[in-house]
């Protein structure tokens, strides 16, 4: 017998219709002679709604106790589902993050997965259970409870996955697969029906809701393949698997990703000698703040300007820390701009056929869209511009490149 892992995320659970119609798959499975391992998230809105009450006694609430708050969204997810399956007759049972043997570092609000025991998992599988697993959390060797960050029931799927060598993990979410690009932007998106491993960690990463990056990354480095399928209606889905070499000929490009949740900041007159980034970007590090983007003019009179760009959650932070080491560094200004969006092509094809960057400048500019920053990669191309060019930018970029053909 196989071992199959499923998750369902938020949305796919959100009433007891629907957690009752999960279950209804999940037995299907079942009788089809796999062992079932389900990983669920809370339930549509219940996470939003603690961080809500969290955030009415502390607006800028963190760290441990927080962790404990928002884990309890999963706990009543589980509990349901097993209640669910129970009552259809089929044998359920539901455990924590802790229970099911995920040891995470002690990041608390984002969490990184150290180990797991599948012991009692397997115990559970065993005696015939479907086991039903808390998404999104973990416990510290010292007991402490942890979560992922947000989406981290992905992460928490493909790792257990790994844990038992299960034949799939099946991602079940509100959509029926891995688009070319937001069908919400795009009426031209088409479902994709298979994409390399690489490919989704830079569509995730790049701003693609489907999945959480870490999932991917996890999923490739340890081979994994991931399904992403709808919790509605049936179909194929889209499957996320290594590399095939047929794939490089198809495509130059696999989808357009674009990340809206990102702010722009540059520190204008700097000296331009070796050291400077260091002491830029090492208090912005100190905030625990990830920098993405990345540039460097040089100016007049060995003076230079760094724009970098950080999530917009932490723009404000953000800010004042420059503020800062601008008075240190003796800096004309600091400017920022939180109203901007990163727009990413992703296509391992890019390997393979030149001139993909100057054709996307192309027609960026013949549809009078500035860019400010640009970042490549091998298998990426990335550029930041004002908030309002989104859609048209988006569209324009689908058509020329062909992504509005069927996949």
Same mark, same amino acid.
């Given at each position: 017998?196989?071992?199959?892992?499923?998750?369902?995320?938020?949305?796919?659970?959100?009433?007891?219709?629907?957690?009752?119609?999960?279950?209804?798959?999940?037995?299907?499975?079942?009788?089809?002679?796999?062992?079932?391992?389900?990983?669920?998230?809370?339930?549509?809105?219940?996470?939003?709604?603690?961080?809500?009450?969290?955030?009415?006694?502390?607006?800028?609430?963190?760290?441990?106790?927080?962790?404990?708050?928002?884990?309890?969204?999963?706990?009543?997810?589980?509990?349901?589902?097993?209640?669910?399956?129970?009552?259809?007759?089929?044998?359920?049972?539901?455990?924590?993050?802790?229970?099911?043997?995920?040891?995470?570092?002690?990041?608390?609000?984002?969490?990184?997965?150290?180990?797991?025991?599948?012991?009692?998992?397997?115990?559970?599988?065993?005696?015939?259970?479907?086991?039903?697993?808390?998404?999104?959390?973990?416990?510290?060797?010292?007991?402490?409870?942890?979560?992922?960050?947000?989406?981290?029931?992905?992460?928490?799927?493909?790792?257990?996955?790994?844990?038992?060598?299960?034949?799939?993990?099946?991602?079940?979410?509100?959509?029926?697969?891995?688009?070319?690009?937001?069908?919400?932007?795009?009426?031209?998106?088409?479902?994709?029906?298979?994409?390399?491993?690489?490919?989704?960690?830079?569509?995730?990463?790049?701003?693609?809701?489907?999945?959480?990056?870490?999932?991917?990354?996890?999923?490739?480095?340890?081979?994994?393949?991931?399904?992403?399928?709808?919790?509605?209606?049936?179909?194929?889905?889209?499957?996320?698997?290594?590399?095939?070499?047929?794939?490089?000929?198809?495509?130059?490009?696999?989808?357009?990703?674009?990340?809206?949740?990102?702010?722009?900041?540059?520190?204008?007159?700097?000296?331009?000698?070796? =050291? $400077? *980034? %260091?002491?830029?970007?090492?208090?912005? +590090?100190?905030?625990? #703040?990830?920098?993405? &983007? /990345?540039?460097?003019?040089?100016?007049?009179?060995?003076?230079?300007?760094?724009?970098?760009?950080?999530?917009?959650?932490?723009?404000?932070?953000?800010?004042?820390?420059?503020?800062?080491?601008?008075?240190?560094?003796?800096?004309?200004?600091?400017?920022?701009?939180?109203?901007?969006?990163?727009?990413?092509?992703?296509?391992?094809?890019?390997?393979?056929?030149? =001139? $993909? *960057? %100057?054709?996307?400048?192309?027609?960026? +500019?013949?549809?009078? #869209?500035?860019?400010? &920053? /640009?970042?490549?990669?091998?298998?990426?191309?990335?550029?930041?511009?004002?908030?309002?060019?989104?859609?048209?930018?988006?569209?324009?970029?689908?058509?020329?490149?062909?992504?509005?053909?069927?996949?």
């Amino acid at each position: 017998m196989s071992i199959i892992v499923q998750k369902y995320g938020g949305t796919s659970i959100g009433t007891i219709e629907k957690i009752s119609s999960v279950a209804e798959k999940i037995i299907k499975e079942k009788n089809n002679g796999n062992k079932v391992v389900v990983v669920v998230s809370a339930m549509s809105g219940e996470t939003n709604k603690l961080l809500d009450l969290a955030k009415s006694i502390d607006p800028d609430v963190s760290g441990r106790e927080l962790d404990v708050l928002v884990s309890t969204g999963e706990q009543v997810t589980i509990s349901l589902l097993a209640l669910t399956l129970n009552n259809k007759g089929h044998k359920a049972i539901s455990l924590t993050g802790s229970q099911a043997g995920i040891t995470t570092d002690s990041a608390f609000n984002k969490a990184r997965i150290e180990s797991i025991d599948n012991t009692s998992i397997k115990k559970y599988l065993e005696e015939g259970n479907v086991v039903i697993v808390a998404g999104f959390q973990g416990v510290t060797n010292s007991g402490d409870i942890t979560t992922l960050g947000r989406g981290g029931s992905d992460t928490s799927a493909v790792a257990i996955s790994v844990a038992l060598d299960a034949k799939e993990c099946q991602i079940f979410t509100d959509v029926d697969g891995v688009y070319t690009t937001d069908p919400r932007i795009s009426d031209g998106a088409k479902k994709i029906d298979d994409i390399t491993t690489e490919e989704m960690l830079e569509l995730s990463s790049q701003g693609s809701k489907v999945l959480q990056p870490r999932a991917v990354e996890f999923a490739g480095k340890y081979d994994v393949g991931i399904r992403v399928l709808s919790s509605f209606k049936d179909g194929s889905g889209t499957l996320i698997k290594k590399e095939n070499d047929d794939k490089m000929e198809k495509a130059i490009i696999s989808g357009i990703a674009f990340n809206k949740d990102e702010a722009q900041l540059t520190i204008r007159g700097v000296p331009d000698q070796p =050291g $400077i *980034a %260091s002491l830029i970007l090492g208090p912005i +590090a100190d905030h625990n #703040i990830d920098v993405d &983007m /990345i540039v460097q003019n040089v100016g007049e009179d060995g003076l230079a300007n760094f724009t970098f760009t950080v999530p917009r959650n932490d723009y404000k932070v953000a800010f004042q820390s420059l503020e800062k080491s601008s008075k240190k560094l003796n800096a004309n200004k600091v400017t920022g701009n939180n109203k901007i969006v990163k727009i990413s092509m992703v296509g391992v094809g890019m390997r393979t056929h030149a =001139g $993909i *960057a %100057s054709k996307m400048f192309s027609v960026l +500019a013949e549809n009078k #869209i500035n860019i400010s &920053m /640009i970042s490549t990669s091998e298998i990426k191309i990335s550029v930041v511009t004002d908030e309002e060019n989104l859609k048209t930018a988006v569209n324009v970029l689908h058509k020329a490149f062909n992504l509005d053909q069927p996949h």
